[in-house]
């Protein structure tokens, strides 16, 4: 069920339609302080899954995730929207977002870091999505146990920022 806005120039139109014809609309919100409104928070908690690359994101890359085939260790990268807090983000099980929805964009940046990403196929989903890949023996490793329910206890290597510009994703310097 699509969020109708109930105030202002956009009433009646859904919040994505509003997304799409004017984004810094949701700017104004927060520039003046309306955050606490329905239409803010389901704003910041749908619209950055759906269209990722048009957002700020965090991200941890976590080392000492156990392959479930080879069982060797490998790093993951776990994404975060900076506007919606997740309590689980520190401990276990890490629940990440973007969770069978990682643009493939994201793959050569994620290498850039020693991660793995391919888009492969998954019987658990009979879907294709870009999913992280064991470097040792090259097995998907499906969304399921690394970004959704991942209670292996792993290590924080390193923790940024990311924008995308034209498909191509960089570390946003503060």
């Not at 699509?2 to 810094?24: A, H």
Request: hydrophobic share 30%; with cysteine.
């Amino acid at each position: 069920m699509e969020m109708i806005m109930t105030f202002g120039k956009y009433k009646g139109e859904t919040i994505e339609e509003v997304y799409l014809t004017n984004p810094s609309y949701f700017s104004w919100m927060r520039e003046n302080g309306m955050t606490n409104k329905p239409e803010y928070q389901e704003f910041i908690e749908m619209i950055p899954n759906q269209y990722p690359e048009c957002f700020e994101w965090e991200v941890d890359i976590r080392s000492g995730y156990q392959c479930w085939k080879c069982k060797k260790s490998m790093p993951i990268f776990l994404m975060f929207n900076p506007e919606v807090e997740n309590e689980l983000r520190d401990g276990y099980p890490i629940i990440s977002d973007l969770a069978y929805s990682k643009p493939s964009s994201l793959i050569p940046f994620a290498k850039e870091y020693g991660v793995l990403l391919e888009e492969r196929s998954s019987k658990v989903t009979e879907s294709k999505y870009v999913m992280h890949i064991c470097p040792h023996c090259k097995m998907h490793q499906g969304d399921n146990y690394v970004v959704e329910d991942n209670e292996q206890e792993t290590v924080l290597i390193k923790k940024i920022k990311i924008v995308c510009y034209h498909d191509i994703w960089k570390e946003k310097h503060q």
